[in-house]
């Protein structure tokens, strides 16, 4: 998986309740992202980061907050949970040398339930 | 709107045979179009990479193909394994994008002894 870690790898919470996922690498890639994974659809992206503290939303952002306060930490914050939100999260990096056009290496991913 | 359509959904095959899989792309400007292998349970992992002036280009026994002016793409799966058993998406980057990738819903592939 690349040097790419995912934190928590299951996670069960309820509705309403904060949930901040974590991804870790250690390859100093500069391009960061945070796909979601849903039966019937393709991942999509929820937001991504372009370096310490530049982030920009995806095509699924409501609903979500991230942080980037180092090259290798994205935090995917869910400020208070939904069961629409329930489904599987993937981290990805990229070198970011073709203003993010290039390979993207993706994580183990995480599986969050919201009951 | 950009999007990029697989078929089949899922298809079984018997180990040792050889299997297609297609996409079909609607996306402008096209910068590249990447398949992509996920195992159940793991993140996808990139097979190939084609930019538009590439026709086709091999990994192994993965084989794809890129037709950019009818918009299609084929992965060729050779002598297939038991280890092929997994969805196979297809993945194509718009240009100026900023890293935002167009996915297939995926083929989910099983291959049986």
């Known amino acids: 998986d690349a040097g790419i870690t995912q934190s928590p790898r299951h996670k069960v919470t309820e509705t309403g309740t904060p949930v901040t996922l974590r991804c870790h690498q250690t390859?100093?890639?500069?391009?960061m992202y945070w796909y979601r994974q849903d039966p019937g659809h393709g991942l999509r992206l929820i937001h991504y980061s372009y370096g310490v503290k530049d982030t920009d939303k995806g095509e699924v952002s409501d609903g979500y907050s991230v942080s980037r306060s180092k090259t290798e930490d994205f935090l995917l914050t869910l400020e208070s949970a939904t069961s629409s939100q329930t489904s599987v999260y993937f981290c990805a990096i990229s070198w970011g040398t073709s203003g993010g056009q290039d390979e993207q290496y993706f994580g183990p991913g995480t599986r969050l339930t919201v009951t | 709107k950009n999007q990029v359509e697989q078929s089949p959904q899922s298809l079984i095959i018997l180990e040792g045979k050889n299997c297609t899989l297609q996409c079909n792309y609607t996306v402008s400007p096209f910068s590249n179009l990447r398949w992509y292998k996920q195992d159940t349970g793991r993140g996808p992992v990139s097979l190939t990479i084609?930019?538009?002036?590439?026709n086709t280009k091999s990994n192994g026994r993965y084989t794809a193909t890129l037709d950019a002016d009818t918009k299609q793409s084929s992965l060729h799966i050779t002598a297939s394994q038991l280890s092929d058993s997994a969805s196979y998406i297809c993945v194509v980057s718009v240009i100026g994008s900023q890293g935002n990738l167009i996915f297939g819903k995926g083929t989910k592939l099983s291959v049986k002894p």
């Open positions: 390859e100093n890639h500069r391009y």
């Open positions: 084609m930019t538009f002036s590439e």
